[in-house]
């Protein structure tokens, strides 16, 4: 728990890269070591919870094992993308920013990736579907259930 | 003092040992864009290949051509012959490739993008002179697709850290006006006069003084940013080390966004080489001069791009913006002098110094210098980053390079700077694109993204979306943007369900026009843009959804409905269970359950006898 101690000086502008570093190790910031970086930088619990809930990108919570990533840009949009992922949330029963409650799927927006002649563009974990339909998707979920 | 011609020596003999022809080389584009079209996949299918073969050929990496639409991009550069660009070239295609070529039977022309070289036949044309490519002066990317961006050495003996050791040998002053010369506004969105800021930060007491590299490039659309990083690091790098000479400072941050790992990968990589060529690091080339750099990554959070909010962010706070006064020229980061400057600024730098202020003016328009990078997607035939002239018109940018629109479509209009930057009709693609003649517009040339629309888009639909990214980006803080972009989204999500009321349009002028003034940063100032665009250039289309409750390109979801025309179905039975809601039912006769229905369209996809209409209109809701 204590391996970005000796990494980062006890100061109040290590304390993005910490989370950075904390999620990347365990997967999300856990309340437990919002807690311990509170003490090591001479915070408050509240401090730190506020920098953390303020970025999307970190975690309060693990992710499924399962992530499929929607491109939110806005040649994905153009191409159909809100058709895709009311059909993902109607499937799956869960909104985005959330898991499933067997911690097998997540779903997540993520910024434009510029493969925009390849949109929609959808990722689950790490495996790419480009020009994606809303047709295919229940056929894509079934390879990963 | 350590000698610059030394290390240039070096690195071009480095480059020489690697491009000298002495056996075949393959180059394959690794950027994201690259990526996620299956670059990963088809490097392993090439060192694959080569095993399998047993051929011995040199394999590199280069960042992004800019011709995203042909990703993944493989180039081959045989002996005593000019190097080819193929693609896109999937893992089906390499086996192909590789035979064809490598065996020297013949150039693949069929997969050939260009040559480097002069024109090989009508299908391997010059690669410079390829639509794409013809209309584009490409300085910044001048290398970018060409070097390794993980090595320094490609960098240098292409004339890479020439301009750092110019400038040093130059008083600072008489750098800071080389670039007042240049007259080069910032590219980040704002456009304030780089080599002014340069200058009042140098002026301004304190100590330490800060550069800032702003990468955290969030106006979604936007990746001119991303492939500069990605493709040339060090062009960024160099620039921000000419400001802290200039400035007089010793220490400097760049701020990527969390979203670009490979671009903070690169950029460490370049940190860490430069460091080892005495390029940054305590003393740099031998001087007194020293420079530290440290790397910061974002979290998602698109107000950090502000210049306020990322300093608030780097000091470890929520990423709110904060006031202007004093300027963060006197006290910025941690109170201290600052000059924050975009990363294409940072860019410019070293040509503003190798070539003089005044030849850099001499292109470009009298109140925009210099050259400009756009990131063109959405509906157009060809994708990606170009690099023109201010002053070039978006008719040059969307038609020519871009090549129009796609297949039997019709553009309506562009979105520039992603959803703070408005819209512009299709009727006003002679514009020219320069800082004030798109402001004047109502839009902006903000951070270069341009996406493109066609007649398939709603501008309802557009608007809404736009506003409902900056209600979740707004930091909160300031009422008129907490409050306004939740009534912006409130007015467009009533017309784009047919509940607007008499009137909402004023209303939603009104309220746009308070939000912009009244905000107090950038993200709130814009917020309302793509609805004012929508008003002042789609008014009919916006008032089809007021008036006759009917979204005309059919988009808008409440306003559209889904039946089956029994005359035209077979009952073949696709469209029911394709149907993620069970929303189509019966036996003899299938309808579309309207309530279950959530408009995803598949049933419009699956089915093979045009028997699923899609409407739109009062007439429409009627029938059902």
Redesign the interface.
């Known amino acids: 728990m204590s391996y970005w101690l000796t990494k980062y000086p006890p100061e109040r502008g290590s304390l993005l890269p910490i989370l950075h570093e904390i999620q990347t190790q365990e997967g999300y910031v856990s309340k437990e070591a919002v807690a311990a970086v509170a003490r090591y930088l001479g915070l408050s619990a509240s401090q730190v919870y506020g920098v953390l809930t303020f970025y999307s990108q970190l975690r309060t919570a693990p992710l499924g094992k399962k992530v499929i990533r929607i491109c939110e840009g806005p040649a994905c949009h153009l191409e159909g993308m809100d058709k895709i992922h009311h059909v993902l949330e109607a499937i799956l029963g869960i909104d985005v920013g959330e898991t499933t409650s067997d911690g097998s799927f997540s779903l997540e927006f993520v910024p434009c990736n510029g493969t925009c002649n390849h949109a929609p563009f959808l990722l689950v974990n790490d495996d790419a579907y480009r020009r994606v339909q809303a047709s295919q998707i229940k056929g894509i979920l079934e390879k990963y259930e | 003092m350590m000698d610059f011609d030394s290390v240039q020596a070096e690195a071009k003999k480095a480059w020489e040992a690697q491009t000298d022809g002495s056996r075949p080389r393959i180059i394959i584009g690794m950027a994201?864009?690259s990526i996620?079209?299956?670059a990963k996949e088809t490097l392993q299918a090439v060192k694959k290949e080569l095993t399998r073969k047993g051929i011995d050929a040199e394999v590199n990496i280069t960042g992004c051509i800019g011709l995203?639409?042909q990703?993944p991009l493989v180039d081959v550069a045989l002996p005593g012959r000019h190097r080819i660009s193929y693609g896109p070239i999937t893992t089906d295609l390499v086996p192909q490739l590789l035979g064809d070529v490598l065996s020297g039977k013949e150039t693949a022309a069929e997969l050939a993008v260009g040559t480097f070289g002069p024109r090989e036949s009508a299908s391997i044309p010059h690669l410079f002179d390829i639509p794409f490519m013809r209309f584009q002066t490409r300085r910044l990317l001048a290398r970018c697709g060409l070097i390794d961006p993980e090595n320094i050495d490609h960098y240098i003996a292409l004339g890479g850290y020439s301009a750092l050791a110019k400038a040093m040998s130059m008083p600072p002053e008489q750098v800071i006006d080389e670039v007042k010369r240049s007259q080069i506004r910032g590219r980040g969105g704002a456009a304030y006069p780089a080599g002014l800021k340069w200058e009042q930060c140098r002026a301004a007491k304190g100590y330490p003084k800060y550069i800032v590299c702003n990468a955290d490039e969030?106006d979604?659309?936007?990746?001119v940013d991303?492939?500069v990083l990605e493709s040339d690091p060090h062009e960024v790098l160099e620039g921000m080390l000419i400001a802290a000479y200039a400035i007089g400072s010793d220490s400097g941050y760049i701020y990527i966004r969390?979203?670009y790992p490979l671009a903070a990968h690169r950029f460490s990589t370049a940190l860490r080489q430069a460091e080892e060529k005495g390029l940054l690091g305590a003393n740099v080339l031998g001087s007194d001069f020293q420079f530290h750099v440290e790397i910061?990554?974002?979290?998602?959070?698109y107000v950090c791009g502000e210049s306020s909010a990322l300093m608030s962010?780097?000091?470890?706070?929520?990423?709110m913006p904060r006031l202007k006064r004093p300027r963060s020229v006197e006290k910025g980061l941690?109170a201290k002098p600052t000059s924050m400057n975009n990363v294409e600024t940072f860019a410019n730098v070293p040509l503003i110094i190798n070539n003089g202020g005044d030849e850099y003016a001499s292109t470009g328009m009298e109140r925009s210098t210099g050259t400009k990078l756009f990131?063109l997607?959405?509906?157009v035939l060809?994708?990606g980053v170009a690099e023109v002239p201010f002053g070039t018109s978006l008719q040059t940018v969307i038609e020519d390079i871009g090549g129009g629109p796609l297949p039997g479509r019709k553009i309506k209009g562009v979105?520039p700077g992603?959803?703070a930057g408005g819209v512009i009709p299709a009727t006003m693609f002679d514009l020219p694109i320069d800082f004030d003649t798109l402001a004047k517009a109502g839009s902006m040339v903000g951070s270069g993204g341009l996406?493109v629309?066609d007649d398939?888009?709603c501008i309802v639909d557009?608007a809404r979306?736009s506003a409902a990214?900056m209600r979740d980006e707004c930091?909160d803080r300031c009422s008129t943007c907490r409050t306004g972009t939740q009534k912006l989204v409130a007015f467009l999500d009533a017309l784009s369900c047919g509940d607007g009321k008499p009137g909402d349009l004023e209303r939603l002028g009104n309220l746009g026009e308070v939000v912009k003034r009244l905000s107090h940063c950038g993200l709130g100032q814009t917020a309302p843009n793509t609805a004012l665009g929508a008003l002042a250039h789609f008014r009919s289309e916006v008032e089809a959804h007021l008036l006759d409750k009917r979204c005309p390109a059919k988009v808008c979801?409440p306003l559209v409905q889904y039946r089956i025309d029994p005359l035209r179905c077979t009952l073949c039975g696709l469209c029911a269970p394709?149907c993620?809601?069970q929303a189509i039912i019966g036996n003899g006769k299938l309808s579309i359950i309207d309530e279950n229905c959530?408009?995803?369209?598949?049933c419009y996809?699956?089915c093979r006898d045009e028997a699923v209409v899609v409407e739109s209109g009062v007439a429409v809701r009627a029938l059902v």
């Open positions: 994201t864009c996620s079209a299956g995203c639409y990703e969030g979604p659309g936007s990746f991303r492939t969390g979203e910061r990554r974002g979290a998602g959070s962010s780097i000091e470890g706070l929520r990423g941690w990131s997607s959405g509906h060809r994708t979105m992603g959803p996406v629309f398939r888009t557009l979306y990214f930091c979801s394709a993620p809601t959530i408009r995803c369209g598949i996809v699956v």
